[in-house]
């Protein structure tokens, strides 16, 4: 119905004059209007037309125009403007509370109904180019590939995650373990104006306040500390809640004047950082118990992104667990193994307390399985992880660790070296021979 440059109207109106009235004049203004007699008839039309605005009548026989209102789906729909003879203020108020545009009095004033219904295809046409942009970024990040779910709550974050990364404001990411906070926080930056400087990763509950400064502020006439080199890039503080009081403090004072002071040194260098945090406790109980100082927290939570449960998105357990099974089979190079209803009531039943992490782990013990030649979810569910998984020596327990850290890394950075090497803690030169050493094959693992 509507064409690039000019607007479109569905009239709904049982006044025939009124009809035509609003033909001819939205005609004479440039835009392609279209009028039917009856709310429902509308309804019908909007199954294949997609105006930019409606223009509805409030009192018509069957569906009045506040009924009408209700039916539209209040994100997908084209605004609604009401128009009535009979209206008044206390009409007008519980119109717009219902969601409608605007309302209008009849006799309508042209220039005033042209204006309003023009603002309205404007935010239409507007919210229309931003659901495209959305869905191109999308494409575009894979963002849908990282953040993986059909479920409403999943849909919502990827949202969160496109409207937060421009933004520069510190993100604490809420979540029980397992549930993907460093991936969240790396789709953050990865989409984020600082994608192409480095993100820093840093396990809180591991820092030594001995080394800290050494480690992270330099030294003076020494090595760079890992806070310059990542500067212009993104700090991500994990299990922040397990951070020593000790380095809250000296981490505060970065945060507040985004510089630090090497060891030995007298002069502050200047550092650009964007902070995100993660934790899977409760925040405030950390601050009541001295664990976490507040200042820190407020310095922190500007913006705050609470990750779900699996348990609360149990419509995504078989769509992950599809997806996870094609993925190991193909790394092993063997079929994916089917569900059957047996495993679905597994699946189902499950509580999964390790969250999507642990989701994953189940399916790669299944695939395994499956090249012995047999093997079930709950097999792979209950599956001591012992016996013949267990490598015979030392030094093929290290080789599989680090083939399987390397791997994953490879996978999570979508092949990028330098960021996987970066994520590992190690120089991209040793990255590649560890990778030569261990016989991996980066092609397989992406």
């Known amino acids: 119905m509507s064409e690039t440059g000019s607007f479109s109207l569905l009239i709904v109106d049982d006044d025939k004059g009124m009809r035509q009235s609003l033909l001819e ?22 199954k294949v037309l997609t105006p930019d605005v409606i223009l509805s009548d409030v009192r018509m026989p069957g569906m009045t125009g506040m009924e009408l209102l209700a039916r539209l789906h209040p994100e997908l729909s084209p605004p609604l403007v009401l128009i009535s003879a009979h209206g008044d203020i206390p009409m007008a108020v ?9 309302f209008v009095e009849k006799p309508y004033e042209p220039r005033r109904l042209l204006s309003i219904l023009t603002h309205a295809a404007e935010q239409s046409r507007m919210r229309a180019r931003n659901a495209q942009l959305k869905a191109r970024l999308f494409e575009l990040s894979g963002l849908d590939r990282v953040l993986m779910g059909q479920t409403p709550v999943v849909a919502e974050l990827r949202e969160e995650v496109l409207d937060l990364a421009p933004m520069d404001g510190a993100v604490m990411i809420l979540g029980e373990t397992g549930t993907g906070k460093e991936l969240v926080a790396r789709a953050l930056h990865d989409l984020g104006p600082r994608a192409d400087r480095p993100f820093l990763a840093i396990n809180c509950a591991a820092l030594m306040p001995d080394s800290f400064e050494a480690e992270m502020f330099g ?20 299990e922040i809640a397990s951070c020593p009081p000790v380095v809250q403090a000296k981490l505060l004072r970065v945060i507040e004047d985004q510089q630090v002071f090497p060891v030995g040194g007298a002069v502050p260098v200047a550092v650009d950082l964007r902070v995100m945090s993660a934790t899977n406790e409760d925040v405030e109980q950390a601050v009541a118990e001295d664990r976490l100082r507040r200042d820190l927290l407020f310095r922190l939570n500007t913006f705050v992104m609470q990750l779900p449960p699996l348990r609360q998105r ?11 099974l094609e993925d190991y089979a193909r790394l092993h190079e063997i079929g994916a193994p089917a569900l059957d209803h047996e495993d679905a009531a ?28 047999g093997g079930s979810m709950a ?12 490598p015979d020596t030392l030094r093929e327990a290290v080789a599989a660790f680090e083939r399987e850290l390397i791997g994953k890394a490879i996978k999570a950075h979508e092949g990028r070296m330098d960021a996987a090497a970066e994520a590992l803690g190690i120089g991209r030169r040793t990255l590649n021979e560890k990778i030569v050493k261990l016989g991996l094959d980066k092609a397989a693992l992406l």
Request: net charge neutral; hydrophobic share 45%.
């Open 25 to 46: 004049l939205m005609g004479a203004a440039g835009w392609q209007a279209e009028a039917v007699a009856r709310a429902d008839k509308a309804l019908e039309r909007l």
């Open 94 to 102: 519980e119109a717009m509370q219902a969601g409608a545009y605007s």
């Open 219 to 238: 030294v003076a006439q020494g090595p760079e500390g890992r806070l310059q080199a990542a500067t212009g890039g993104t700090l991500f503080l994990d």
């Open 314 to 324: 149990r419509d995504d357990v078989m769509f992950l667990a599809a997806h996870f």
């Open 346 to 373: 597994t699946l189902m039943a499950h509580d999964w307390p390790g969250n999507v992490r642990e989701l994953r782990n189940v399916c790669a013990r299944r695939v395994m399985l499956a090249r012995r030649g």
């Open 379 to 390: 097999a792979a569910l209950t599956q001591d992880r012992g016996g013949e998984d267990v």
